[in-house]
C-alpha cells in the first residue's frame, strides 16, 4: 500500500522570531507537514513565513487549546521569543489541556566575552532600579513595550530602538529610533559614539542579529545591563537550534 499523499502532520509554531520563520522555512520543502505560523500582530508590518499564518492572540488558554484541536494540530513549536512569557505558560497549559506534543525553541542566551562589563537584572523593574548606578544617557533596546518601567528616571537620558513606536507612559527624556535589526557593528559603534551613550540596557535575547551592540559597548568601555530571560515552564522539552527541532519533529 503507498503512503497517504498530502501533508498528515500540521505544526502550529508559535512565531515572531527568526527561529520561528527558519522552521517555516525548512518546513514549506516536506510536502509531509502543513505548517500554520501564529503571529501575535504586535509588528505593523511583519516580515511573513512561508506557509500558512494566523495574526493576533488566540484569547486565552482554553481558545488556544480549542484552535489546536479545531485545526488538527499534531505538534506545537513555541518559537516565540525568549521573553514571550505570557504566550510560553499558555502554550504549555494547551498541551496538558490537549496531549499535542510541545516544543520549546530558543536561540542561546548570550555570555560575556573578556572585557565585557555586564550587570543584571531579573526583570525590567529591577533593570530600572540598578540603571541610574551605572549611567545617565542609555541605550536602551528592550522593545517598546515594558518602557513604562523606566518612565519615573527623569536624570536618565534614553535612546529607545525599537521597530515600531513606543506608547506612553514614557520616560521624559527620551529619543525614539525606528529601526529593525541585524544590525552591524560599525553601525551601533557609531550610534554610541554619536549620542555619548554611557550605559547600554538589553534584554538576553540572544542570537546575532542584536549582538553587534555588545561588541561596540565592549569596545567602548560602556557597562551592560542585561535583562536575564524568565524560565521556560516546568516540563516543557527546550531545543535551541532549527534543526535540533526538525529531529523533534521527526521523532515525535
Ligand atoms: P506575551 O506577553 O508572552 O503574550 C501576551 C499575549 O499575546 C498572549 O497571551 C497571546 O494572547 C498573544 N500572543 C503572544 N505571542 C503570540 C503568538 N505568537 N501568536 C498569537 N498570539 C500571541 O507576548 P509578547 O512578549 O507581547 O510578544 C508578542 C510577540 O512578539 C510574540 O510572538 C514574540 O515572539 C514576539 N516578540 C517578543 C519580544 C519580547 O521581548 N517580548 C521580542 C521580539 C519579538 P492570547 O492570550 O489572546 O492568545
Do not use: C
Amino acid at each position: 500500500m503507498s503512503a497517504e499523499p498530502g501533508p498528515w502532520r500540521h505544526v502550529l509554531i508559535l512565531g515572531g522570531t527568526t527561529e520561528a520563520r527558519r522552521l517555516a522555512e525548512a518546513l514549506a520543502e516536506d510536502p509531509s507537514y502543513r505548517v500554520t505560523t501564529s503571529l501575535a500582530g504586535r509588528v505593523a508590518a511583519p516580515v511573513l513565513p512561508p506557509g500558512e499564518v494566523r495574526i493576533g492572540g488566540f484569547g486565552g488558554i482554553a481558545n488556544l487549546a480549542g484552535w489546536i484541536i479545531g485545526h488538527d494540530v499534531t505538534h506545537v513549536v513555541d518559537a516565540t521569543h525568549p521573553f514571550a512569557e505570557r504566550m510560553s505558560f499558555n502554550a504549555s497549559e494547551a498541551q496538558a489541556l490537549t496531549g499535542v506534543p510541545l516544543l520549546a525553541l530558543r536561540r542561546p542566551g548570550w555570555t560575556p566575552a573578556p572585557g565585557d562589563d555586564w550587570a543584571f537584572a531579573a526583570d525590567l523593574d529591577e533593570a530600572a532600579a540598578l540603571l541610574p548606578g551605572l549611567g545617565s544617557r542609555a541605550f536602551l533596546t528592550t522593545g517598546r513595550t515594558g518602557l513604562h518601567s523606566f518612565a519615573h528616571l527623569a536624570d536618565t537620558w534614553f535612546l529607545v530602538r525599537s521597530v515600531d513606536p513606543p506608547q506612553a507612559p514614557v520616560p521624559p527624556r527620551l529619543e525614539v529610533l525606528l529601526a529593525r535589526g541585524p544590525f552591524i557593528l560599525e553601525g551601533e559603534r557609531e550610534l554610541l559614539a554619536r549620542h555619548r551613550i554611557d550605559v547600554l540596557v538589553t534584554k538576553d535575547s540572544g542570537g546575532f542579529a542584536t549582538a553587534p551592540k555588545l561588541t561596540a559597548a565592549r569596545e567602548a568601555g560602556i557597562p551592560v545591563l542585561v535583562v536575564r530571560r524568565p524560565p521556560i515552564p516546568e516540563g516543557v522539552p527546550e531545543t535551541g537550534s532549527v534543526l535540533a527541532a526538525l529531529t523533534w519533529l521527526g521523532e515525535t
